[in-house]
Protein backbone atom coordinates (compact mmCIF):
# COMPACT_ATOMS: atom_id res chain seq x y z
CA UNK A 1 0.00 0.00 0.00
CA UNK A 2 1.68 3.18 -0.96
CA UNK A 3 0.10 6.55 -1.44
CA UNK A 4 1.09 9.48 -3.72
CA UNK A 5 4.02 11.32 -2.69
CA UNK A 6 3.42 15.14 -2.09
CA UNK A 7 7.20 17.21 -1.99
CA UNK A 8 6.67 18.90 1.17
CA UNK A 9 8.18 22.79 1.10
CA UNK A 10 8.86 22.48 -2.47
CA UNK A 11 8.03 25.76 -4.04
CA UNK A 12 9.89 27.29 -1.03
CA UNK A 13 13.04 25.53 -1.55
CA UNK A 14 12.68 26.62 -5.18
CA UNK A 15 12.26 29.80 -3.84
CA UNK A 16 15.08 29.91 -1.47
CA UNK A 17 17.73 28.12 -4.00
CA UNK A 18 17.05 29.74 -6.92
CA UNK A 19 17.98 27.41 -9.14
CA UNK A 20 19.14 28.79 -12.84
CA UNK A 21 19.82 27.55 -16.00
CA UNK A 22 23.12 25.62 -16.86
CA UNK A 23 23.57 25.19 -12.97
CA UNK A 24 24.47 21.84 -11.01
CA UNK A 25 22.63 20.37 -8.12
CA UNK A 26 22.94 17.93 -6.00
CA UNK A 27 19.79 16.21 -4.38
CA UNK A 28 21.15 14.24 -1.54
CA UNK A 29 17.66 12.51 -0.93
CA UNK A 30 15.79 12.26 -4.33
CA UNK A 31 12.34 9.79 -2.97
CA UNK A 32 9.73 10.12 -5.53
CA UNK A 33 11.70 13.06 -7.46
CA UNK A 34 9.28 15.83 -6.58
CA UNK A 35 11.76 18.31 -5.53
CA UNK A 36 14.26 17.16 -7.96
CA UNK A 37 11.32 17.83 -10.78
CA UNK A 38 10.78 21.47 -10.00
CA UNK A 39 14.73 22.24 -9.62
CA UNK A 40 15.51 19.75 -12.94
CA UNK A 41 12.65 22.65 -14.92
CA UNK A 42 14.71 25.28 -13.55
CA UNK A 43 18.20 23.88 -14.92
CA UNK A 44 16.95 23.63 -18.40
CA UNK A 45 18.83 21.88 -21.09
CA UNK A 46 22.00 23.01 -19.56
CA UNK A 47 22.03 21.75 -16.38
CA UNK A 48 22.85 18.74 -14.68
CA UNK A 49 20.97 17.21 -11.62
CA UNK A 50 22.40 14.33 -9.41
CA UNK A 51 19.68 12.47 -7.55
CA UNK A 52 21.12 10.41 -4.69
CA UNK A 53 19.30 7.99 -2.62
CA UNK A 54 20.22 5.15 -0.82
CA UNK A 55 16.71 3.29 -0.97
CA UNK A 56 16.69 0.90 -4.01
CA UNK A 57 13.39 1.60 -4.18
CA UNK A 58 14.04 5.09 -5.67
CA UNK A 59 16.61 4.17 -8.68
CA UNK A 60 12.91 2.76 -10.05
CA UNK A 61 11.07 6.04 -9.78
CA UNK A 62 14.32 7.75 -10.82
CA UNK A 63 13.99 5.77 -14.61
CA UNK A 64 10.98 7.67 -15.15
CA UNK A 65 12.11 11.10 -14.02
CA UNK A 66 15.11 10.76 -16.15
CA UNK A 67 12.87 10.57 -19.00
CA UNK A 68 10.74 13.29 -18.39
CA UNK A 69 13.07 16.61 -17.53
CA UNK A 70 14.79 18.60 -19.44
CA UNK A 71 18.30 18.64 -17.88
CA UNK A 72 21.06 15.80 -17.73
CA UNK A 73 20.62 13.76 -14.75
CA UNK A 74 23.12 11.05 -12.95
CA UNK A 75 21.60 8.70 -10.02
CA UNK A 76 23.90 7.14 -7.34
CA UNK A 77 22.56 4.70 -5.18
CA UNK A 78 23.98 5.10 -1.67
CA UNK A 79 24.05 7.20 1.80
CA UNK A 80 24.54 11.24 0.85
CA UNK A 81 27.43 11.34 3.01
CA UNK A 82 29.03 8.61 0.64
CA UNK A 83 27.89 10.32 -2.74
CA UNK A 84 29.13 13.48 -2.00
CA UNK A 85 32.58 12.66 -0.73
CA UNK A 86 32.50 10.26 -4.64
CA UNK A 87 31.24 13.02 -6.64
CA UNK A 88 34.00 15.80 -4.98
CA UNK A 89 36.62 12.75 -5.21
CA UNK A 90 35.58 13.25 -9.31
CA UNK A 91 35.86 17.01 -9.25
CA UNK A 92 32.55 18.15 -9.47
CA UNK A 93 31.35 21.31 -7.78
CA UNK A 94 27.78 22.18 -7.65
CA UNK A 95 25.74 25.03 -7.44
CA UNK A 96 23.01 23.73 -5.22
CA UNK A 97 23.04 20.67 -2.94
CA UNK A 98 19.56 19.71 -0.92
CA UNK A 99 18.39 17.24 1.41
CA UNK A 100 14.85 16.69 2.75
CA UNK A 101 15.69 15.17 5.66
CA UNK A 102 13.73 12.01 7.53
CA UNK A 103 11.69 9.52 5.90
CA UNK A 104 9.61 9.61 2.91
CA UNK A 105 6.16 9.01 2.63
CA UNK A 106 6.73 6.22 0.27
CA UNK A 107 8.42 4.47 3.40
CA UNK A 108 6.08 5.14 5.69
CA UNK A 109 2.91 3.53 3.47
CA UNK A 110 4.94 0.67 2.48
CA UNK A 111 3.76 -2.05 4.89
CA UNK A 112 6.54 -4.75 4.58
CA UNK A 113 8.94 -1.24 5.37
CA UNK A 114 7.79 -1.29 9.14
CA UNK A 115 8.48 2.28 9.55
CA UNK A 116 4.70 3.19 10.63
CA UNK A 117 2.79 2.50 13.94
CA UNK A 118 -0.52 2.88 12.23
CA UNK A 119 0.43 -0.08 10.37
CA UNK A 120 1.12 -3.88 11.42
CA UNK A 121 4.01 -5.11 9.88
CA UNK A 122 7.49 -6.67 10.65
CA UNK A 123 9.75 -4.58 12.57
CA UNK A 124 12.38 -3.33 9.99
CA UNK A 125 12.75 0.26 9.55
CA UNK A 126 15.91 0.27 7.20
CA UNK A 127 15.82 2.95 4.78
CA UNK A 128 18.48 0.71 2.52
CA UNK A 129 17.10 -3.15 3.01
CA UNK A 130 20.53 -4.58 2.46
CA UNK A 131 22.18 -3.20 5.81
CA UNK A 132 22.12 -5.61 8.38
CA UNK A 133 20.76 -3.77 11.27
CA UNK A 134 17.11 -3.58 11.80
CA UNK A 135 14.64 -2.50 14.16
CA UNK A 136 13.78 -5.80 15.14
CA UNK A 137 17.78 -6.19 16.43
CA UNK A 138 17.20 -3.25 17.94
CA UNK A 139 14.08 -3.73 19.89
CA UNK A 140 15.26 -7.78 21.01
CA UNK A 141 18.56 -7.40 21.13
CA UNK A 142 20.11 -4.18 22.28
CA UNK A 143 20.09 -3.87 26.16
CA UNK A 144 17.50 -2.33 28.48
CA UNK A 145 19.96 0.55 29.11
CA UNK A 146 21.04 1.08 25.73
CA UNK A 147 17.07 1.18 24.51
CA UNK A 148 16.47 4.24 27.39
CA UNK A 149 19.76 6.21 26.22
CA UNK A 150 18.17 5.75 22.63
CA UNK A 151 14.82 6.71 23.29
CA UNK A 152 15.73 9.70 24.93
CA UNK A 153 18.07 10.82 22.76
CA UNK A 154 16.21 10.22 19.58
CA UNK A 155 13.04 10.21 20.86
CA UNK A 156 13.17 13.34 23.34
CA UNK A 157 10.96 10.96 25.09
CA UNK A 158 10.05 11.62 28.90
CA UNK A 159 9.32 8.06 29.61
CA UNK A 160 12.04 6.42 27.75
CA UNK A 161 12.99 3.97 31.12
CA UNK A 162 9.48 3.08 31.52
CA UNK A 163 9.05 2.08 28.02
CA UNK A 164 12.40 -0.09 27.85
CA UNK A 165 11.23 -1.44 31.00
CA UNK A 166 8.60 -2.76 29.49
CA UNK A 167 9.90 -3.95 25.99
CA UNK A 168 12.63 -5.80 28.13
CA UNK A 169 9.97 -7.87 29.98
CA UNK A 170 7.57 -8.50 26.86
CA UNK A 171 10.53 -9.76 25.09
CA UNK A 172 12.31 -12.26 27.74
CA UNK A 173 8.57 -13.66 26.80
CA UNK A 174 8.73 -13.59 23.18
CA UNK A 175 10.78 -11.69 20.73
CA UNK A 176 9.04 -8.19 19.62
CA UNK A 177 8.47 -9.35 15.93
CA UNK A 178 5.76 -6.67 14.84
CA UNK A 179 4.83 -2.70 14.76
CA UNK A 180 1.51 -3.50 16.62
CA UNK A 181 3.57 -5.54 19.24
CA UNK A 182 5.83 -2.72 20.20
CA UNK A 183 3.23 -0.30 20.28
CA UNK A 184 1.31 -2.16 22.90
CA UNK A 185 4.60 -2.38 24.88
CA UNK A 186 4.89 1.58 24.46
CA UNK A 187 1.25 1.80 25.47
CA UNK A 188 1.36 -0.19 28.12
CA UNK A 189 4.62 1.74 29.70
CA UNK A 190 3.07 5.29 29.45
CA UNK A 191 0.72 6.32 32.00
CA UNK A 192 -2.30 6.83 30.88
CA UNK A 193 -3.33 10.50 30.99
CA UNK A 194 -0.30 10.70 28.90
CA UNK A 195 -1.27 9.25 26.16
CA UNK A 196 -4.33 11.26 25.51
CA UNK A 197 -1.39 14.42 24.41
CA UNK A 198 0.10 15.60 21.24
CA UNK A 199 0.25 12.78 18.63
CA UNK A 200 0.29 8.65 19.15
CA UNK A 201 1.93 7.51 21.78
CA UNK A 202 4.97 5.45 19.93
CA UNK A 203 5.60 8.31 17.69
CA UNK A 204 8.72 9.60 19.59
CA UNK A 205 10.24 5.30 20.05
CA UNK A 206 9.34 4.86 16.83
CA UNK A 207 11.35 8.22 15.46
CA UNK A 208 14.00 6.94 18.29
CA UNK A 209 14.11 4.00 16.50
CA UNK A 210 14.58 4.46 12.85
CA UNK A 211 16.76 7.18 13.65
CA UNK A 212 19.27 4.60 15.38
CA UNK A 213 18.76 2.15 12.78
CA UNK A 214 20.03 4.20 9.75
CA UNK A 215 22.70 5.99 11.57
CA UNK A 216 20.42 9.70 10.33
CA UNK A 217 21.84 12.04 12.69
CA UNK A 218 25.44 10.67 12.62
CA UNK A 219 25.62 10.93 8.65
CA UNK A 220 23.82 14.19 8.83
CA UNK A 221 25.78 15.89 11.11
CA UNK A 222 28.77 14.62 8.40
CA UNK A 223 27.51 15.11 5.32
CA UNK A 224 26.62 18.72 6.09
CA UNK A 225 30.33 19.73 6.21
CA UNK A 226 31.03 17.99 2.78
CA UNK A 227 28.17 19.23 1.26
CA UNK A 228 29.30 22.88 2.18
CA UNK A 229 33.00 21.81 0.37
CA UNK A 230 31.45 20.66 -2.48
CA UNK A 231 29.53 24.08 -3.71
CA UNK A 232 30.84 27.08 -5.50
CA UNK A 233 31.44 30.62 -4.38
CA UNK A 234 27.53 31.77 -4.83
CA UNK A 235 26.20 28.42 -3.83
CA UNK A 236 23.41 27.58 -1.65
CA UNK A 237 22.84 24.80 0.69
CA UNK A 238 19.54 24.11 1.98
CA UNK A 239 17.69 21.13 4.29
CA UNK A 240 14.81 20.50 4.96
CA UNK A 241 13.77 18.75 8.57
CA UNK A 242 11.41 17.19 10.38
CA UNK A 243 12.25 17.02 13.86
CA UNK A 244 13.87 19.14 16.63
CA UNK A 245 17.08 17.05 16.55
CA UNK A 246 17.44 17.63 13.00
CA UNK A 247 17.26 21.13 12.65
CA UNK A 248 19.30 21.50 15.43
CA UNK A 249 22.05 20.30 13.63
CA UNK A 250 21.06 22.02 10.28
CA UNK A 251 20.59 25.41 11.93
CA UNK A 252 23.88 25.39 14.02
CA UNK A 253 26.12 24.28 11.23
CA UNK A 254 24.91 27.46 9.20
CA UNK A 255 24.84 29.88 11.61
CA UNK A 256 28.47 28.88 12.45
CA UNK A 257 29.03 29.06 8.76
CA UNK A 258 27.72 32.40 8.64
CA UNK A 259 29.81 33.75 11.56
CA UNK A 260 32.31 36.63 11.71
CA UNK A 261 33.91 37.52 14.35
CA UNK A 262 35.00 34.44 16.91
CA UNK A 263 36.90 36.58 19.53
CA UNK A 264 36.04 36.31 22.78
CA UNK A 265 33.62 38.99 23.90
CA UNK A 266 36.18 40.90 26.37
CA UNK A 267 38.43 41.57 23.72
CA UNK A 268 37.81 45.21 22.75
CA UNK A 269 38.79 44.77 18.65
CA UNK A 270 38.87 42.00 16.48
CA UNK A 271 41.85 40.23 16.35
CA UNK A 272 40.91 36.91 14.43
CA UNK A 273 40.55 38.14 10.86
CA UNK A 274 37.70 35.56 10.69
CA UNK A 275 34.80 36.45 7.75
CA UNK A 276 31.71 34.89 7.39
CA UNK A 277 31.23 31.87 4.77
CA UNK A 278 27.62 32.06 4.81
CA UNK A 279 24.58 34.66 3.94
CA UNK A 280 21.78 32.94 5.77
CA UNK A 281 18.54 32.69 3.43
CA UNK A 282 15.23 33.57 5.57
CA UNK A 283 16.89 33.77 8.86
CA UNK A 284 15.16 31.81 11.25
CA UNK A 285 13.81 28.81 8.23
CA UNK A 286 10.14 28.65 6.44
CA UNK A 287 7.61 26.54 7.78
CA UNK A 288 4.96 25.21 5.47
CA UNK A 289 1.59 27.18 4.99
CA UNK A 290 -1.51 26.58 6.85
CA UNK A 291 -3.07 25.50 3.39
CA UNK A 292 -0.13 22.83 3.08
CA UNK A 293 -0.62 21.37 6.11
CA UNK A 294 -4.43 21.03 5.36
CA UNK A 295 -3.87 19.20 2.18
CA UNK A 296 -0.77 17.05 3.94
CA UNK A 297 -0.66 16.86 7.51
CA UNK A 298 2.82 15.18 7.61
CA UNK A 299 4.14 18.51 6.70
CA UNK A 300 3.37 20.21 9.53
CA UNK A 301 6.98 19.73 11.39
CA UNK A 302 8.62 20.68 8.69
CA UNK A 303 11.28 23.45 8.04
CA UNK A 304 13.52 24.78 5.41
CA UNK A 305 16.98 25.92 6.49
CA UNK A 306 19.23 27.72 3.24
CA UNK A 307 22.38 29.38 3.14
CA UNK A 308 24.13 30.82 -0.05
CA UNK A 309 28.59 30.72 0.46
CA UNK A 310 29.57 33.94 0.07
CA UNK A 311 33.57 33.00 -0.83
CA UNK A 312 35.74 30.00 -1.93
CA UNK A 313 37.20 27.70 1.50
CA UNK A 314 40.77 28.82 2.64
CA UNK A 315 40.88 25.48 4.93
CA UNK A 316 38.77 22.83 4.92
CA UNK A 317 35.69 23.34 6.71
CA UNK A 318 34.91 21.19 9.57
Not at 136 to 151: I, P, S
Amino acid sequence: MTREHVPVLARELVELLGPRPGEVAIDCTFGAGGHARLVAERLGREGTLVAVDRDPAAADRYEDFAREVPCATRFLGSDYLEAIERLAGEGLRADLVYLDLGVSSMQLDTLERGFSYAYDAPLDMRMDPRQELDARTVVNEWDERRLAQAFRAYGEERYARQIASVVARRRRRAPLETTFELAEAINEAIPAPARFGAGHPARRVFQAIRIAVNGELESLERALPAAWRILVPGGRLGAISFHSLEDRLVKRFLADRARGCVCPPELPICVCGHEPEAELVASGGVTPSRAEVADNPRARAARLRAARRVRAATEADG
